[in-house]
């Protein structure tokens, strides 16, 4: 293989590459732009023109024309990762570009690396697997105008150096070379041609798919014939990319062999007519993957079966506690005659305990319907107004009881329609309440308050109690909390009020929102949506 005795001809597109940034470098200082900011970006774009320039003495050597090749499609890369896909695209072309004054098959080489890489970080892009941008507007819009500009002028003096380059300047063996830069890619690489026949590939190919080292045009349907199914999927994508002209990417699960599934990520590119498959084995990941989906649904029946456990215990333990609760009833109301003071006091104390705990009973059963997903509500039409008034009736005995007003701000004549469960607002609503009063001293006062917000149902409570810190509103309304206010009063919960308001406002695909200062009061908001073609 002869060698050509000179590549001096990179040195005039590397300086004309650098005279470019130095160019939007100098543009950028006459409009007031501060350099500061814009010179690290450009070291990193100059530094393949720098790299050819030193390589220059050597580059007939092909390890340095390969790394003038890969620190190209790496500034490439860089670009469409900071900067943006489009337009630093172009950028992919400087590698076939440069490699012009190399030898014909470099040209190839580098045009299916910087298809193939392309490809991934469009692909990359459109899955939202490339992160923003941390450059600011200034730095992103010099970068695009000096790598646009630069990479025109590298393009047109290449070509032109490659133009009057001496004819008989000779090559090397191509398919040898070609399989050797496919080496170097992570993932089997093949290229087939019109007919799909495998033409070129790379160890790592010949190794996924059983080709012998040194074979060529190998049909499709020999690669694979043991799968007509994989060979269809294949046969379509081909299809795909050759009527498209893009790149297209197929998740493949196909035996390989007899005994083991094998999953393949493809990626089918088109160049100059063939495809270029990208094949990468992610067998490991997709077991890995399959593994964590198993363990999860472990998990989660066992949280469902505990669940349930928990709402049938419940649900059980109300019986008794319905008896126990009647029984001090009647002997509160003194239905068979008159007790002994202490007798009457310890009945008092039975009814209390037991409604008390009936009504934890009765949270906790609510609240494993919902984790259970057993939960259903039942939608009709009615006024919220009303709900409102008549919830306020039920809890005043409870206000009366602890000293604390009930203010409720509702036009007499404003009705509020809305499509929702009655008995899940009503639970809202008594919840909110009840900790409203709970937490509210002596004389004070709690103001409940409804209206109508667009399509929207408003419902307020709020009260001048204990109020809560910041740390403990980032965890209210998870399951069980109790607040450190919760710990100075006599009647304990059971800690899922909050959590019950948050489940029955998101079932109806509403929201609740919370305003809380310690020792000043607690204010909250929930937005029901008035009719369910408007959530």
């Known amino acids: ?24 470098a100098l543009g950028a200082l006459l409009r007031g732009i501060d350099l500061g900011a814009l010179w690290p970006l450009a070291l990193i774009a100059a530094a393949p023109a720098v790299l050819t320039l030193l390589l220059t003495p050597i580059l007939r050597k092909e390890w340095a024309q390969l790394l003038i090749m890969f ?51 469009y692909y990359a892009g459109r ?12 730095q992103l819009l010099w970068g695009k105008q000096a790598g646009l500009m630069a990479t025109l002028g590298l393009i047109v003096s290449t070509l032109l150096g490659a133009s009057l380059a001496p004819r008989n300047r000779p090559i090397s063996s191509g398919p ?40 060529a045009q190998v049909p499709l349907h020999a690669m694979i014939s043991h799968d007509d ?53 992610v067998t490991a990941h997709e077991e890995s993957l399959e593994a964590m989906r198993q363990t999860q649904a472990v998990t989660l029946k066992a949280t469902d079966d505990k669940a349930l456990f928990f709402a049938g215990v419940s649900h059980e333990l109300r019986t ?9 009833d009647m002997m509160r109301s003194r ?35 919902v984790e259970a997903g057993k939960y259903e509500l039942n939608y009709n039409m009615f006024d919220a107004s009303d709900v409102v008034r008549s919830t306020v009736k039920m809890i005043r005995p409870t206000a009366d009881a602890a000293e604390v007003r009930l203010d409720i701000n509702i036009q007499d004549d404003e009705q509020l329609l809305i499509d929702a469960d009655r008995k899940a607002v009503r639970q809202i609503l008594l919840n909110l309440l009840s900790n409203a009063i709970k937490f509210s001293p002596k004389g004070g006062a709690v103001h409940i308050g409804a209206k109508a917000v667009g399509d929207t149902l408003n419902l307020t409570v709020q009260d001048h109690g204990s109020g809560m810190t910041d740390d403990e509103l980032a965890v209210l309304g998870t399951p069980y909390q109790q607040m450190s206010s919760a710990q100075k009063i006599e ?21 609740f929102v919370v305003a809380s200062q310690k020792d000043e009061g607690t204010t909250v908001d929930v937005f029901l949506p008035l009719s369910r073609d408007n959530p």
């Open 229 to 281: 199914d994989a060979r269809s999927a294949i046969s379509l994508l081909f299809a795909s990319v050759r009527k498209s002209k893009e790149v297209r990417n197929l998740r493949l699960e196909t035996r390989l062999n007899a005994d083991h599934i094998t999953y393949l990520d493809l990626q089918a590119s088109p160049v100059e007519g063939d495809i270029v498959l990208h094949a990468k084995d």
């Open 491 to 511: 009647e304990r919960g059971t800690g899922l009020g909050f959590t019950l308001v948050k489940s029955l406002t998101e079932l109806h695909a509403g929201r």
């Open 320 to 328: 008794p506690l319905n008896a126990i609760i009647g029984f001090s």
């Open 176 to 215: 040898a070379d070609s399989e050797r830069v496919m080496n170097a890619i992570d993932g089997g690489v093949l290229r087939f041609d019109s007919n799909d026949n495998m033409i070129a590939a790379n160890t790592q190919a010949r190794e996924l798919f059983g080709v012998p080292q040194g074979t």
């Open 71 to 121: 620190a190209w499609l790496t500034l490439a890369i860089i670009a469409c990762l900071t900067i943006g896909f489009i337009p630093m695209a172009i950028l992919f072309l400087c590698a076939p570009a440069v490699s012009a004054l190399f030898e014909k098959e470099k040209v190839v080489e580098a045009l299916i690396m910087a298809a193939i890489i392309a490809g991934v970080i």
């Open 1 to 24: 293989m002869r060698v050509n005795s000179s590549y001096n001809g990179l040195v005039v597109p590397s300086l004309i590459w650098i005279a470019a940034l130095a160019a939007a």
């Open 335 to 369: 239905l068979f005659g008159p007790l002994p003071g202490k007798y009457a006091e310890y009945a008092d104390l039975i009814h209390d305990s037991g409604q008390h705990m009936l009504d934890l009973i009765g949270d906790v059963l609510d609240m494993s319907k």
């Open 127 to 138: 899955m939202g697997r490339i992160p923003q941008s941390s450059l600011t507007e200034t």
